[in-house]
């Protein structure tokens, strides 16, 4: 079963609309970490944002924002007036702890494609 | 910039062929891991490595096999390619950054299998 399900394969917006890219997760731990990472075309992963299971505080940063829902086991990304250089695959992503670290493994979504035209 | 590389970054090969692909990194991170991304699947775990000659596997292992002799590499061997194995493969490290942890990922590999 997918731990991590990104129901949107992709999003097309024009520039300066608002997207929200869904992200539910799946786990029976009770300590886990989620993760958002951006892929552009380049091809390079590059992380966003780790949100801790025991902290439900919504987090902004800029044009980014994160909504974290245990209650639906949702961690939401936002980006607020989109811009063409926003385009990229976002994968969200989990962590239940494993041996001596308090990371361990990540489960990946299947990523979102998301476009943003001028 | 956690300080990895992967080499090499492109590779070509027939099948049948060994293939290793190498992981560098030069900050003395314990943890490595290698995942492979395909289309459709995002990125999944092959191998991971817990410190100097201890590694466990992950959810697509078969096919592969692994070594650390020393903390800065992280081999990942394909003994016999098959075009399955056409892929491009990350590796991470785990890093600690403001007392929280989190992985950090080399620039990837593109093998293709002919």
């Known amino acids: 079963a997918q731990k991590v399900t990104q129901a949107q394969t992709e999003i097309s917006v024009v520039e300066k609309e608002d997207v929200t890219l869904d992200c539910v997760y799946e786990?029976?731990?009770?300590?886990?970490?989620l993760f958002w990472y951006k892929q552009p075309p380049s091809g390079e992963l590059v992380f966003l944002i780790r949100r801790n299971s025991f902290d439900e505080q919504n987090e902004i940063s800029g044009r980014y924002s994160w909504n974290f829902q245990k209650s639906t086991s949702s961690f939401n990304f936002t980006i607020t007036a989109s811009q063409v250089v926003d385009s990229a695959v976002y994968f969200c992503?989990?962590?239940?702890?494993?041996?001596?670290?308090?990371?361990?493994?990540?489960?990946f979504g299947r990523g979102t494609q998301l476009t943003v035209w001028p | 910039d956690a300080g990895i590389t992967q080499s090499p970054r492109h590779k070509v090969t027939e099948t049948g062929t060994p293939v290793t692909l190498r992981c560098h990194q030069t900050?003395?991170?314990?943890?490595m891991y290698w995942y492979r991304q395909d289309p459709g699947h995002g990125l999944r775990l092959i191998h991971y490595s817990y410190g100097v000659k201890d590694t466990d596997k992950g959810e697509v292992s078969d096919g592969y096999s692994v070594s650390r002799s020393k903390t800065e590499d992280f081999l990942l061997t394909l003994e016999s390619a098959t075009s399955s194995q056409t892929s491009v493969y990350f590796c991470?490290?785990?890093?600690?950054?403001?007392?929280?942890?989190?992985?950090?990922f080399g620039p990837g590999t593109r093998l293709l299998v002919l």
């Open positions: 786990t029976r731990d009770t300590t886990y970490y």
């Open positions: 991470a490290i785990s890093e600690y950054t403001s007392g929280q942890e989190t992985q950090y």
């Open positions: 992503a989990l962590s239940e702890a494993d041996r001596g670290s308090t990371l361990g493994r990540l489960y």
């Open positions: 900050e003395n991170h314990r943890y």
